[in-house]
């Protein structure tokens, strides 16, 4: 029996889309595939969601491999991306839809520790039960370890773990851990079926 959702947060529950902040500050499109490449597809991106760096080391990092015209475009970048994550379609009605249902909501994020600054805008924290960022754990999806830290920081049984995520690796990760797991395509209304005919 189903008794708790997990949710990945990026693409899920918030929009994650670099292209929100790269569309506003670059001013040509070759500035935006060189900002996009080094700074979001870089391997800094990973470092953060590790909690190996703050967000003021990965700007220091990454501005070296980008050509010194383009540095306050890239600061900008670094520090405004996260206007991006607004709430995805449906998200907030379809938590407050489980909540009402009895289940327990978790979040488990690939995310840094910035994830403490927007995510309490969009959402409230108190609304789940528990929350795992890597950055914190130390971990990253799709780590068998921070499935396993997930339910044991939280006395969780996997088999009672529906979890949802937009990376197909991530939900099969949460598979091998012994839970549920859903690749998530903005579908909400099928989510709930799909609950319905678990229980």
């Not at 383009?70 to 991306?81: D, G, I, R």
Request: glycine share 6%.
């Amino acid at each position: 029996m189903i008794k708790n959702i997990i949710f990945d947060m990026g693409n899920v529950l918030l929009d994650y889309n670099p292209n929100v902040i790269l569309d506003k500050v670059c001013g040509s499109e070759e500035e935006k595939r060189i900002i996009k490449k080094e700074l979001f597809e870089g391997p800094e991106w990973l470092m953060g969601d590790r909690g190996e760096i703050t967000n003021a080391e990965r700007y220091e990092l990454v501005k070296k491999r980008v050509p010194e015209k383009l540095h306050e475009k890239l600061k900008m970048c670094v520090e405004q991306w996260d206007i991006c994550m607004v709430k995805v379609e449906g998200a907030e009605e379809f938590i407050r839809y489980v909540k009402e249902k009895g289940y327990g909501l978790y979040i488990l994020s690939n995310a840094s520790v910035e994830f403490y600054q927007y995510f309490p805008r969009q959402f409230e924290q108190d609304f789940f039960d528990g929350i795992v960022v890597s950055a914190r754990a130390k971990l990253l999806k799709p780590d068998l370890k921070i499935y396993k830290y997930l339910l044991e920081t939280y006395a969780l049984e996997a088999e009672e773990c529906f979890f949802l995520d937009d990376r197909e690796e991530n939900v099969v990760g949460a598979k091998k851990a012994g839970m549920k797991g859903y690749l998530f395509q903005n579908d909400f209304d099928k989510i709930k079926s799909k609950l319905d005919n678990l229980k």
